[in-house]
């Protein structure tokens, strides 16, 4: 029972009224702006890191992380209503979404969508709530060589595994690694890169890359896309699904929140590559794949679980390993450096508050978004009509303001605006900025973690293998490299079915 | 081609801001130049070389909140980390000085950082009057448990080379432990973490055997029996660890510790010194600083702002002389 404790307190932290309330601020902001396209959860966290300064370390989690699983909520009615994806994770949404509220049943829809969220991410919660402990356990085992080899595993999924073209992926990734070298050398005290500057003598700060990236970044590439006018949505009525739409999705539920669950864990997956998957699965599984892309309700049910239980998990690297899984977690991490909190195996042990007050503050946030989200349809709707004219200066003025509070430095602000022009090249040619964030952030681990393993190693890089944790991540390290390699041989002697068993083994071991 | 207004746009409104930003900060220094007689003109603002939370920034905290109302202004602390503190240091050396902006200082950067880093990048005393000490923060050399070390006798008769663990290049630990180890014909391999919290994690799973830490920050783990205490640095024992030996008692010439100071920029007049020097003392009287102090194992070292610049000078050329001595290297190590 004892286990147990840390998790009890952990609900009276949240159930403290300002937690609470910056709970519901941060589902509220994370409804709002999944509905609005283009601006997801990691722009609006990362614009919006510098107003968690001055609050708890707690509150600020659960306010962020509310943000992040709203949107997959938010992100759902845009989806159905207007067949317009406000995230990246609803796009397969639209295929049986929309086509469902054509038939009039885009209250069935929207219901099974919140239904099966609140599973997918109340399972996923659960499952964070057992697992963590566990990893947790394993705290202090891990030296600087099990970083350096968690690390090296992080950056090489994140940059084959993320949505997108793998080559441009890799070139995100390397120039990530690039620009953490950056600033004063750890071990020597010597100056890189940092061309006599001062500023740069700490090297790149990640909120700067982050807000110049995913906020502004973000602003200036939808200024170019042309909003589409709001039609009228379509009406709601009929919010509970019948019996037997429920009877139809539950299987769909089930499997989504299994499948989101594991998809989340892997870095560089995520919410967006979940909801397909799930997609897939289900058409896939079903004995008419025929009524998909007509009006299927697993069509719906199932990548909307999915995709939350994804958010939701991709909570558990960050929380017990110090890795972030995916460029939203990567500003996360940021957000509790600010705070003057170290992510990482120690963190359930030296601070089980914020641990399981986070943890916690996912529940009452599900519970909110369920009973929320379906009568504020309506408002969020008509926020659509506000233009992005107004909309993006004003946006644009709050993250360069915010970049300036932080170190109260003008040199920020001129980075954040360097980076948003860079991020906003960068999705005009079609690389994902996930990759650098996340290289940036590992970038910085693995080469001070490789280095300080070789000098505890007294220079033999063999050390690695005689350490259990360190030798077992190398293990999956190197089965995840040659993958491709061994997929198209097993392809060429079986002709093409073994892939998926070695997928499967990659998801139990990372 | 249609983005170039919109880019333009987003291009003007910083500027805007820059510009803003710009004359507020005009407007600040010309309030203060004139007579000294009315001194404070405003808020005189407190920098700090390092991020909020950490034990520099606390102390600048404490020590702020205790001065204000005898000051009879505002003083706000902006944290504005970089180069362990040289950016904030030379950032107010630079400003007008009619005591309005001070800034607090780190003795590490005086007497350790100029021995790791090359000379542009380090700071000089002389370009600062300082006004007056604040305390001093121990090093404590700590064991993990699996390494067997009770004492540093356990360390110098292991007869082998050992693993430490310091809390970066250029800092009071990682001097500290190689002049000590050097001192003590010990082989040791250092290996530099990011700050003190990580290096203490590493003690605890025995990822190194040994690590020099701030007191404050090892002691919670100190008390929980999870490492252990095999020395100080102080000259003195700490009385927060009165069963601890201190480097000296042991026989090795090694007095390293933190110490805090608050300074102003160089030309301050005399009146504005003995002004802040005075809401500082009655800053150190109250309860509340007391009690900050003994919360977070700071010995009070509340000396002038001259004894400051002596002393501190003393033990820059001490650190030298110990280092050349050694033939100690705090950059390029391996």
């Known amino acids: ?510 | 081609m249609k983005h170039f207004p919109t880019r333009r746009a987003v291009l003007g409104t910083a500027s805007a801001f820059t510009l803003m930003a710009l004359t507020a900060c005009g407007g600040n220094v010309a309030g203060g130049a004139a007579n000294t007689s009315n001194y404070p003109s405003g808020p005189v603002t407190l920098t700090v070389g390092q991020a909020a939370g950490g034990s520099t920034d606390l102390i600048a905290r404490a020590l702020a909140e205790g001065a204000t109302e005898s000051l009879g202004a505002p003083m706000p602390v902006v944290n504005k980390p970089g180069a362990n503190g040289a950016l904030a240091t030379k950032e107010v050396a630079g400003k007008p000085a009619d005591g309005q902006e001070l800034v607090l200082l780190n003795a590490s950067l005086i007497t350790i950082t100029p021995l790791a880093v090359s000379a542009d990048e380090a700071v000089n005393i002389d370009d600062l009057d300082v006004i007056a000490g604040l305390s001093q923060d121990d090093y404590v050399l700590v064991a993990s448990t699996d390494s067997g070390f009770k004492s540093f006798e356990d360390v110098t008769g292991a007869g082998r080379s050992v693993t430490f663990g310091t809390t970066g290049v250029g800092t009071g630990s990682q001097l500290a432990q190689t002049v000590l180890f050097k001192q003590a014909n010990v082989n040791g391999t250092d290996i530099p973490f990011d700050s003190g919290k990580p290096a203490l994690t590493a003690v605890m799973g025995n990822q190194v055997e040994l690590a020099t830490i701030q007191l404050g920050e090892a002691m919670p783990q100190i008390e929980a029996g999870k490492v252990t205490p095999l020395l100080v640095f102080s000259e003195e024992r700490n009385s927060f660890l009165p069963d601890v030996p201190s480097a000296k008692e042991a026989g090795y010439d090694v007095p390293v510790a933190q110490y805090r100071a608050v300074a102003a920029p160089k030309g301050t007049p005399q009146e504005v010194k003995d002004k802040l020097l005075a809401s500082f003392q009655e800053a150190f009287r109250t309860d509340a600083y007391k009690e900050f102090n003994e919360k977070n194992m700071l010995t009070p070292k509340e000396i002038t702002g001259e004894e400051v610049v002596t002393e501190w000078k003393g033990y820059a050329a001490k650190y030298k002389e110990l280092v050349e001595k050694h033939g100690i290297s705090l950059s390029g190590n391996k």
């Open chain 1, 1 to 510: 029972m004892d286990f147990l404790n840390p998790v009890i307190n952990g609900f009276s932290v949240v159930l403290e009224p300002t937690n609470l309330l910056y709970c519901l601020v941060g589902v509220v902001i994370g409804m709002l702006i999944g509905v609005l396209p283009g601006l997801g959860p990691a722009a609006t966290i990362a614009i919006l890191l510098p107003l968690t300064y001055g609050v708890e370390p707690v509150t600020a989690i659960i306010m962020l992380a509310g943000i992040f699983y709203g949107a997959q909520y938010g992100g759902t009615i845009t989806s159905v209503l207007l067949r317009l994806p406000g995230e990246a994770s609803s796009v397969v949404t639209v295929f049986d979404g929309y086509q469902m509220a054509r038939q009039g049943r885009a209250g069935t829809a929207l219901g099974l969508a919140a239904i099966g969220s609140f599973v997918g991410g109340t399972a996923a919660i659960i499952g964070l709530t057992f697992l963590a402990p566990i990893v947790a356990g394993f705290a202090l085992d891990f030296g600087p060589p099990e970083y350096s080899a968690l690390a090296l595993l992080g950056i090489l999924l994140v940059a084959t595994i993320s949505s997108g073209a793998r080559a441009k992926a890799l070139v995100a990734a390397a120039i990530g690694l690039l620009l953490a070298t950056v600033g004063r050398d750890m071990f020597t005290g010597e100056s890189r890169f940092t061309f006599g500057s001062m500023q740069l003598a700490d090297g790149i700060d990640f909120v700067p890359i982050a807000m110049g990236i995913f906020g502004l970044g973000e602003i200036l590439y939808n200024l170019e896309e042309r909003h589409r006018a709001a039609k009228a949505p379509s009406k709601v009525s009929n919010v509970w699904p019948s019996r037997g739409d429920l009877k139809q999705a539950s299987g769909a539920v089930g499997r989504g929140s299994v499948l989101g669950f594991f998809l989340g864990i892997l870095p560089g997956g995520g919410a967006t590559i979940a909801s397909m998957a799930s997609y897939a699965m289900e058409k896939k599984r079903a004995r008419q794949p025929e009524r998909f892309g007509k009006g299927a309700p697993e069509g719906v049910a199932g990548p909307e679980t999915a995709n939350n239980a994804a958010a939701t998990s991709s909570f558990i690297p960050l929380l017990t390993l110090g890795i972030p899984a995916n460029a939203t977690m990567a500003l996360m991490f940021g957000a509790l450096l600010i705070q003057g909190v170290q992510p990482g195996p120690q963190l359930v042990e030296q601070n089980p508050d914020l641990f399981w007050g986070v943890v916690n503050s996912m529940y009452i946030g599900n519970i909110l978004l369920l009973i929320m989200s379906l009568p504020l349809v309506g408002i969020f709707v008509r926020i659509l009509r506000v233009r992005a004219a107004i909309l993006a200066p004003i946006t644009a003025l709050i993250t360069l303001l915010g970049a300036y509070t932080i170190n109260n430095s003008m040199f920020d602000v001129t980075l954040v605006v360097v980076f948003g022009i860079v991020g906003y090249l960068m999705k005009k040619f079609g690389f994902e900025p996930g990759p650098l964030v996340l290289a940036f952030v590992l970038g910085e681990l693995l080469e001070n973690s490789l280095r300080r393993s070789l000098l505890m190693f007294g220079g033999d890089a063999t050390g690695f293998l005689t350490r259990p944790i360190s030798a077992t991540l190398l293990v999956v390290f190197v089965l995840v490299a040659f993958l491709p390699a061994i997929r198209t041989f097993i392809a060429k002697r079986k002709g093409g079915a073994g892939a998926v068993t070695t997928t499967n083994n990659i998801e139990e071991k990372v």
